[in-house]
T-cell receptor, first 110, second 116 residues
Framework: EDQVTQSPEALRLQEGESSSLNCSYTVSGLRGLFWYRQDPGKGPEFLFTLYSAGEEKEKERLKATLTKKESFLHITAPKPEDSATYLCAVQAANDYKLSFGAGTTVTVRA | DAGVIQSPRHEVTEMGQEVTLRCKPISGHDYLFWYRQTMMRGLELLIYFNNNVPIDDSGMPEDRFSAKMPNASFSTLKIQPSEPRDSAVYFC??????????????FGPGTRLTVL
């Protein structure tokens, strides 16, 4: 069974204080690893898909990286509007469904 | 495009009542997913469809839950009878597959269900 573990559960940052979120996964053949952002009372919003170890993708202050066992979401110089829950999910090679981690809730204080 | 549309946004019902949640996927998307999100269990896949056909319903908790997709633009998730432990936020998501590539899922705003 696919397993996704995210750490830490919660992260409190000062505006401008860079940090990283971790997503460790176990899957029988990885088709893709997905990062989503979820704001309170809303559905998850797609951020990135990573397909192979060594791949990196960036969007504004966010950068996602992938190894064979984990992915990191780096937040550089965060702003209060980056406050959200960040979800990681994996898709196995023999399936189409996503298995989600529990998420990391990021709070950025001005 | 309006995105994935779900209704109702909030539903409060009493134990034993039937509940029907509705979803309209993004036009042109051929995959539709139903998820449930709770604090304890996070985001769980209940069932997904491809071209209106159920592919994997292994996440449906029990026979009280059923889902249908009568056409490409509409799906329902029904709970009968409802129980307090069914209280959660239910999300619908859709995606498409093009030229062998699997694309990201787009989520709706969710339906917050409270069963008293």
């Amino acid at each position: 069974e696919d397993q996704v573990t995210q750490s830490p559960e919660a992260l409190r940052l000062q505006e401008g204080e860079s940090s990283s979120l971790n997503c460790s996964y176990t899957v029988s053949g990885l088709r893709g690893l997905f990062w989503y952002r979820q704001d309170p009372g809303k559905g998850p919003e797609f951020l990135f898909t990573l397909y192979s170890a060594g791949e990196e993708k960036e969007k504004e202050r966010l950068k996602a990286t992938l190894t064979k066992k984990e992915s990191f979401l780096h937040i550089t110089a965060p702003k209060p509007e980056d406050s959200a829950t960040y979800l990681c999910a994996v898709q196995a090679a023999n399936d189409y469904k996503l298995s989600f981690g529990a998420g990391t809730t990021v709070t950025v204080r001005a | 495009d309006a995105g994935v549309i779900q209704s109702p946004r909030h539903e409060v019902t009493e134990m034993g009542q039937e509940v029907t949640l509705r979803c309209k996927p993004i036009s042109g998307h051929d995959y539709l997913f139903w998820y449930r999100q709770t604090m304890m269990r996070g985001l769980e896949l209940l069932i997904y469809f491809n071209n209106n056909v159920p592919i994997d319903d292994s996440g449906m908790p029990e026979d009280r839950f059923s889902a249908k997709m009568p056409n490409a633009s509409f799906s329902t998730l029904k709970i009968q009878p409802s129980e307090p432990r069914d209280s959660a936020v239910y999300f619908c998501a859709s995606s498409f597959r093009l030229a062998g590539a699997y694309n990201e899922q787009f989520f709706g705003p969710g339906t917050r269900l409270t069963v008293l």
